[in-house]
Nanobody, 115 residues
Framework: QVQLVESGGGLVQSGGSLRLSCAAS????????MGWDRQAPGNQRELVAA???????NFADSVKGRFTISRDNAKNTVDLQMNSLKPEDTAVYYCKGLHGGTWYWGQGTPVTVSS
């Protein structure tokens, strides 16, 4: 089992920045891919960004150039730096990790961007 705990969500004005952090724990040796999904009210959950253990990244088109993702393999942590935030970024953000062929998600942390 893998447990993922997010932190860093909150309320920010349009154009502002937030940094989300996630720590994985449990019976793990390594996590292949870590990342972030988000779900806005009335919408499906969507990929925001992901990063492999080797550092290869993938971003949703809507956040390219504004968000960056980084991880610490030794600590099994992943961070999402969100800059130039827009009201449409408002959502619950979920950390996720791929371990043993199974995806695990955290409980989510809300991000609200006011206009």
């Amino acid at each position: 089992q893998v447990q993922l705990v997010e932190s860093g969500g909150g309320l920010v004005q349009s154009g502002g920045s937030l940094r989300l952090s996630c720590a994985a724990s449990g019976n793990i040796f390594s996590i292949a891919t870590m990342g972030w999904d988000r779900q806005a009210p009335g919408n499906q959950r969507e990929l925001v960004a992901a990063i492999t253990r080797g550092g290869t990244t993938n971003f949703a088109d809507s956040v390219k150039g504004r968000f960056t993702i980084s991880r610490d393999n030794a600590k099994n942590t992943v961070d999402l730096q969100m800059n130039s935030l827009k009201p449409e970024d408002t959502a619950v953000y979920y950390c996720k990790g791929l371990h043993g062929g199974t995806w695990y998600w955290g409980q989510g942390t809300p991000v609200t961007v006011s206009s």
